[in-house]
């Protein structure tokens, strides 16, 4: 029973263009949510956040939309960059000790 | 800034073996995790700690243990290994359960049972 999915195993973009990652979720308890980046042989890097209070959170290049009704919340990269090639997870949380339950990533390829 | 220490970062284990996996973090965390991801999956929970002397079992807690003897050191015990355990291991950590900044990760222990 996995409460996170990211049904997209692999996503392709040309540099410069729109990357958008999807999520969705079946825990309406969930109150937080996270996506972290990966490259490979390294740990997961934070990357940014949202609260079930809001519906849209920027950061740079990055924001990150949820959608509660639905259950879905997608990560927006624009422009994309070849530096942003990697292993996309998302997460989320609910109660008070910072647990967190992840989908299954998404690898983005961003073509020079 | 050493951050999160996590050795060694590969071992080969026999069936049957057991093993230690250091985690070490110099933030002052009292939030610490162990998750492992496996091939073409998320990241699982294994058993977390929200301070020295506490800990609590996540997802996957069977066929390990773990102490928090210490804020600084969250050690990850295998006994028994068994091939279903080849995986990558990831120790993270977080000041509070405050989690709009998010974890801290470690780079990582490959291991291997053969």
């Known amino acids: 029973d996995q409460q996170v999915k990211q049904n997209s195993p692999s996503l392709s973009v040309q540099e410069g263009r729109i990357s958008i990652l999807n999520c969705d979720y079946t825990?309406?308890?969930?109150?937080?949510f996270l996506w972290y980046k990966k490259y490979p042989a390294e740990g997961p890097t934070f990357l940014i956040s949202?609260?079930?209070?809001?519906d849209k959170n920027e950061d740079g290049r990055f924001t990150v939309f949820l959608n509660k009704s639905a259950k879905h919340l997608s990560l927006h990269i624009v422009p994309s960059q070849p530096g942003d090639s990697a292993v996309y997870f998302c997460?989320?949380?609910?109660?008070?000790?910072?647990?967190?339950?992840f989908g299954q990533g998404t690898t983005l390829q961003v073509k020079p | 800034n050493a951050g999160v220490t996590q050795t060694p970062k590969f071992r080969i284990l026999k069936i049957g073996q057991s093993m230690t996996l250091q985690c070490a973090q110099d933030?002052?965390?009292?939030?610490m995790y162990w998750y492992r991801q496996d091939p073409g999956m998320g990241l699982k929970l294994i058993y977390y700690?929200?301070?020295?002397?506490?800990?609590d079992k996540g997802e996957v807690p069977n066929g390990y243990n773990v102490s928090r003897s210490t804020t600084e050191d969250f050690p990850l015990r295998l006994e028994l290994a068994a091939p279903s355990q080849t995986s990558v291991y990831f120790c993270?950590?977080?000041?509070?359960?405050?989690?709009?900044?998010?974890?801290?990760f470690g780079s990582g222990t490959r291991l291997t049972v053969v």
């Open positions: 993270a950590s977080t000041p509070t359960a405050e989690r709009l900044y998010g974890y801290t």
């Open positions: 825990n309406s308890m969930f109150d937080y």
């Open positions: 949202i609260s079930s209070i809001k």
């Open positions: 997460a989320a949380s609910s109660g008070n000790t910072g647990k967190l339950i």
């Open positions: 933030m002052n965390h009292n939030y």
């Open positions: 700690s929200v301070g020295a002397g506490i800990t």
